[in-house]
């Protein structure tokens, strides 16, 4: 599998990410900067985490209208898998592959913890790693990961299966739903129509080697690593 992954000014997971696909893989991705006009051939495009262009005027929307996204948005409508995480979730929902929108955190403060996600749908190549209703644990890292969208827009999400995870309760935990950031029905992450392109705000990225802490991350770039492979 040949992976890229995007590279803007702001960009602090990049390399964590191309360390991730490179323990799947086996195969270094090529690393594109965010002024270069066109994408290598590739079978997976990576948008990583950071905080892209200091998150200036709206997270993700300056990246967003990077020139490499234009080529970016057109190899996803043509069907190359694409994984924004975090900040690159923030960037998809601003560049229009992705409906409703990433606000600031319902409690106003930067978030760095880990969370625990249920596995909503796994029946896709970036999810094939895990059982449906499976619990995983993965960080997150900021400030505006409250996911909001109209009521219609939830509803087809829900409807067509496009929920990936949600948040849920970490383990003994019986005092709230999880939710750090107040994001619509729990929601942390969600795909395109064609379930081909993922938006997530946790990081799988930082949970792939055990000097980390845990490897709920790794069973997803597994997954793709032998999907697209």
Same mark, same amino acid.
């Given at each position: 599998?040949?992976?890229?992954?995007?590279?803007?000014?702001? &960009? $602090?997971?990049?390399?964590?990410?191309?360390?991730?696909?490179? +323990?799947?893989?086996?195969?270094?991705?090529?690393?594109?900067?965010?002024? !270069?006009?066109?994408?290598?051939? @590739?079978?997976?495009?990576?948008?990583? *985490? %950071?905080? &892209?262009?200091?998150?200036?005027?709206?997270?993700?929307? #300056?990246?967003? /209208?990077?020139?490499?996204?234009? +080529?970016?948005?057109?190899?996803?409508? +043509?069907? @190359?898998?694409?994984?924004?995480?975090?900040?690159?979730?923030?960037?998809?929902?601003?560049?229009?592959?992705?409906?409703?929108?990433?606000?600031?955190?319902?409690?106003?403060?930067?978030?760095?913890?880990?969370?625990?996600?249920?596995?909503?749908?796994?029946?896709?190549?970036?999810?094939?790693?895990?059982?449906? $209703?499976?619990? @995983?644990?993965?960080?997150?890292? =900021?400030?505006?990961? =409250?996911?909001?969208? !109209?009521?219609?827009?939830?509803?087809?999400?829900?409807?067509? *299966?496009?929920?990936?995870?949600?948040?849920?309760?970490?383990?003994?935990?019986?005092?709230?739903?999880?939710?750090? $950031?107040?994001? &619509? /029905? $729990?929601?942390?992450?969600?795909?395109?129509?064609?379930?081909?392109?993922?938006?997530?705000?946790?990081?799988?990225?930082?949970?792939? !080697?055990?000097?980390?802490? %845990?490897? +709920? %991350?790794?069973? #997803?770039?597994?997954?793709?690593?032998?999907?697209?492979?």
């Amino acid at each position: 599998m040949k992976a890229a992954v995007i590279v803007f000014p702001g &960009s $602090n997971c990049d390399r964590d990410a191309a360390v991730a696909l490179r +323990d799947a893989t086996g195969e270094a991705p090529a690393m594109v900067w965010h002024r !270069d006009s066109a994408l290598p051939k @590739v079978d997976l495009i990576v948008v990583p *985490g %950071g905080f &892209s262009y200091g998150d200036y005027l709206r997270a993700g929307a #300056m990246a967003a /209208r990077s020139p490499i996204m234009r +080529d970016v948005v057109r190899r996803a409508k +043509d069907g @190359v898998p694409t994984l924004g995480i975090c900040n690159g979730f923030q960037i998809l929902t601003e560049a229009g592959l992705l409906p409703g929108a990433l606000m600031r955190n319902a409690g106003l403060k930067f978030v760095c913890r880990k969370v625990a996600l249920r596995v909503e749908n796994s029946q896709t190549f970036f999810t094939a790693g895990y059982a449906a $209703n499976q619990v @995983v644990e993965f960080p997150i890292a =900021h400030h505006d990961g =409250h996911y909001f969208a !109209d009521d219609g827009t939830l509803d087809r999400l829900e409807g067509e *299966g496009r929920v990936a995870f949600r948040y849920a309760p970490l383990e003994g935990d019986t005092a709230s739903d999880g939710n750090p $950031n107040g994001s &619509s /029905r $729990n929601i942390a992450g969600i795909f395109n129509e064609a379930k081909t392109v993922l938006g997530l705000m946790p990081h799988p990225e930082r949970a792939a !080697d055990p000097l980390h802490g %845990g490897t +709920d %991350g790794r069973l #997803m770039f597994d997954a793709m690593a032998r999907a697209l492979g």
